[in-house]
């Protein structure tokens, strides 16, 4: 079986939502199995209920040393001023030995975001985070336009782009993600599986 791990982190539930959705894509691939997890939360206790952060998922936390046993992956995160969450940044900072040793090289993956408006970050975003897959000389695999007609509406507010799935969380978190984005995310899921599929043949 390829495998694929779908890792994520998300303080209101936007990206573990979104992540869920990537792994229905991901099955939807014969032969190819995906597993979710989370990266560690950095923030105290006391500074997440300040927030009115909800409680944690029950996904197994990662560590670098699990990213070996997987064929590809889906990292997904929210937008800080345009650029991934500290919380996966630190998560990529743990991988030096990884990166010394070439273990990731040739890996295939892809990434999805939300932000809390259009403007937000949902391209550079993405477009930061690459820089994390070139220097372990993984294949990043950008969405492209495979979700069709979804990213040429323009009727309704949504996430998204060309560099991977998104959704609009709102400015006070209270938006969740809508049956496009989830959409999106689930082809970002499939599209990703087929390449690692073909890539591990």
Not at 176 to 199: C, F, N, T, Y
Request: hydrophobic fraction near 40%; charged fraction near 20%; avoid cysteine.
């Amino acid at each position: 079986m390829v495998k694929i791990y779908i890792i994520f982190y998300s303080t209101y539930g936007h990206i573990k939502t979104m992540a869920e959705a990537v792994k229905k894509g991901v099955e939807q691939v014969e032969g190819v199995e995906a597993k979710i997890w989370q990266v560690a939360e950095t923030l105290p206790a006391e500074v997440l209920e300040k927030m009115h952060a909800p409680p944690k998922s029950d996904y197994p936390i990662i560590t670098s040393k699990e990213l070996t046993e997987a064929d590809g992956f889906v990292f997904g995160f929210p937008t800080r001023f345009g650029m991934m969450a500290a919380q996966m940044k630190s998560f990529f900072d743990t991988t030096g030995q990884l990166w010394q040793a070439g273990a990731l090289h040739g890996k295939p993956a892809s990434m999805f975001t939300s932000t809390a408006t259009q403007g937000g970050g949902q391209e550079t975003t993405i477009m930061t985070a690459v820089t994390q897959l070139t220097h372990h000389g993984m294949i990043f695999v950008p969405a492209g336009y495979a979700a069709g007609g979804i990213m040429f509406g323009v009727k309704d507010a949504r996430g998204g782009s060309p560099w991977g799935a998104g959704t609009l969380a709102g400015p006070d978190g209270s938006r969740q993600p809508g049956e496009d984005e989830l959409q999106q995310a689930e082809i970002l899921g499939k599209q990703l599986a087929g390449v690692a599929k073909k890539l591990k043949a």
